[in-house]
């Protein structure tokens, strides 16, 4: 059996320690022991980019924003759907991981970051959004561990309103916001509701094959006839304190 190498390591910006190991030809990348993502489990990075870009089917020169690089998985996805005049902006906030991804992780992906598409920018992918207004045609996101970060905890200002509403204004007409999470958050779908996008909730497996282990996707648009078909579709919040499916009077006698 071979053994498990520890071949790299780095800081996060919250003085977290971050390390890449490989075994085999498989590669894992944890943070303070805790594992964030594994190259066997890429299967919900794949539905990103299917999910976010499926309404860019026959689109000629889409623009495209991949917040977090990770393992490479959703740019390598999104570059095989996308025409060859697209253009590719990633947004990492982590060095160590676009060196990672150069060196070591890019064969496994037939190296996308030297595809011509590609505009790879290092740095806050919130002000990147934010002097960003309506250009992009699709926003996808795997920043940190979703909505609850893990790496990072400045990554929360991006799942707030202020966020939110950064992506919205980023989006060209008809476009959709993607957003990768390990966990389901009723609390960001209402967020997402509440920043006027109509919403669709996937649950996507974690590796192909997998019918345990899942992840969750949620696809954004101010209109609903460019979402993918099928998900759950969260319901608003109620207001005024009324209650769902009221208990009806009884008639009097």
Same mark, same amino acid.
């Given at each position: 059996?071979?053994?498990?190498?520890?071949? #790299?390591? #780095?800081?996060?910006?919250?003085?977290?320690?971050?390390?890449?190991?490989?075994?085999?030809?498989?590669?894992?990348?944890?943070?303070?022991?805790?594992?964030?993502?594994?190259?066997?489990?890429?299967? *919900?990075?794949?539905?990103?980019?299917?999910?976010?870009?499926?309404?860019?089917?026959?689109?000629?020169?889409? $623009?495209?924003?991949?917040?977090?690089?990770?393992?490479?998985?959703?740019?390598?996805? #999104?570059?095989?759907?996308? *025409?060859?005049?697209?253009?590719?902006?990633?947004?990492?906030?982590?060095?160590?991981?676009?060196?990672?991804?150069?060196?070591?992780?890019?064969?496994?992906?037939?190296?996308?970051?030297?595809?011509?598409?590609?505009?790879?920018?290092?740095?806050?992918?919130?002000?990147?959004? *934010?002097? $960003?207004? !309506?250009?992009?045609?699709?926003?996808?996101?795997?920043?940190?561990?979703?909505?609850?970060?893990?790496?990072?905890?400045?990554?929360?200002?991006?799942?707030?309103?202020?966020?939110? @509403?950064?992506?919205?204004?980023?989006?060209?007409? @008809?476009?959709?916001?993607?957003?990768? !999470?390990?966990?389901? !958050?009723?609390?960001?779908?209402?967020?997402?509701? !509440?920043?006027?996008? @109509?919403?669709?909730?996937?649950?996507?497996?974690?590796?192909?094959?997998?019918? *345990? #282990?899942?992840?969750?996707?949620?696809?954004?648009?101010?209109?609903?006839?460019?979402?993918?078909?099928?998900?759950?579709?969260?319901?608003?919040?109620?207001?005024?304190?009324?209650?769902?499916?009221?208990?009806?009077?009884?008639?009097?006698?």
């Amino acid at each position: 059996m071979k053994p498990r190498v520890k071949i #790299a390591t #780095a800081r996060t910006p919250d003085d977290g320690r971050m390390v890449l190991y490989q075994h085999d030809r498989d590669f894992a990348i944890e943070i303070n022991g805790q594992e964030l993502m594994h190259s066997r489990h890429h299967e *919900s990075e794949l539905e990103l980019a299917r999910l976010g870009c499926a309404h860019l089917k026959g689109c000629r020169a889409p $623009s495209i924003l991949i917040g977090g690089l990770g393992l490479g998985y959703t740019l390598r996805q #999104a570059l095989d759907m996308l *025409s060859p005049h697209a253009q590719v902006v990633v947004g990492e906030l982590l060095g160590a991981v676009v060196e990672w991804n150069r060196e070591f992780l890019g064969e496994p992906n037939d190296w996308p970051l030297r595809d011509e598409r590609v505009d790879l920018q290092t740095g806050d992918i919130v002000e990147l959004i *934010s002097r $960003s207004k !309506s250009r992009f045609d699709s926003i996808l996101l795997d920043i940190d561990n979703g909505p609850n970060a893990m790496t990072d905890s400045g990554n929360r200002r991006l799942y707030d309103r202020e966020g939110i @509403q950064a992506c919205r204004r980023a989006l060209r007409d @008809q476009g959709c916001l993607a957003v990768w !999470s390990a966990e389901p !958050s009723k609390k960001f779908e209402q967020l997402l509701m !509440s920043c006027s996008f @109509q919403v669709r909730r996937f649950r996507v497996p974690a590796y192909k094959g997998s019918k *345990s #282990a899942s992840r969750f996707v949620w696809v954004a648009s101010e209109n609903e006839i460019v979402l993918p078909p099928g998900g759950g579709e969260p319901r608003p919040p109620l207001r005024n304190g009324s209650r769902r499916n009221p208990k009806r009077p009884r008639k009097s006698r």
